[in-house]
């Protein structure tokens, strides 16, 4: 399987050290620069990604050509667009993406979108976690990840954590 990955997946799977549960379920993972960029600013400027390195086992490309009709949204970062440019191009199975917009403009392309919280069910459905609720926890509490009530009780129902 290869997905590509936008940001905000696994910056805050790293913050929470989860970042080989992406090798693990999804095999060959893509970054385009821009967000291999938009990571380590992060993690230079933002005291919460402080000093956070960007996966070795996620390869760094380039999409040949930017999309021209997700560059004229002004809804998409430069991250997002090329994240899903390199998609279409490559023929990803997936894209990594929490961001509405992007997810969004995902589906208008016909890619199959995987948030955070879609990793961590897809970890626990593969037992390669022992359970999604600690790690939510983690995410709101030390990422300031917001997370919706009536969402993390889907995840946590579909997680068998909660009937």
């Not at 998609?87 to 993406?97: G, H, N, P, S, T």
């Not at 890619?111 to 459905?125: M, N, S």
């Amino acid at each position: 399987m290869t997905v590509v990955t936008d940001t905000s997946v696994v910056l805050n799977l790293c913050l929470i050290g989860q970042q080989e549960l992406l090798r693990l379920l999804y095999g060959r993972i893509l970054a385009p620069t821009m967000v291999v960029v938009e990571f380590q600013r992060l993690a230079a400027e933002d005291a919460r990604f402080q000093g956070l390195a960007f996966p070795h086992f996620i390869e760094k490309a380039a999409p040949l050509q930017l999309l021209p009709a997700l560059t004229a949204s002004s809804r998409l970062d430069a991250g997002e667009v090329a994240a899903l440019s390199l998609a279409v191009e490559r023929q990803a199975d997936a894209v990594l993406m929490d961001e509405q917009a992007g997810r969004a403009a995902a589906s208008s392309l016909g890619l199959r979108t995987i948030g955070l919280l879609g990793v961590l069910r897809d970890a626990k459905e593969q037992s390669l976690i022992p359970a999604v609720a600690p790690l939510l926890d983690r995410l709101e509490q030390e990422a300031h990840f917001w997370i919706s009530p009536s969402l993390r009780n889907i995840v946590l129902k579909a997680s068998g954590e909660i009937s």
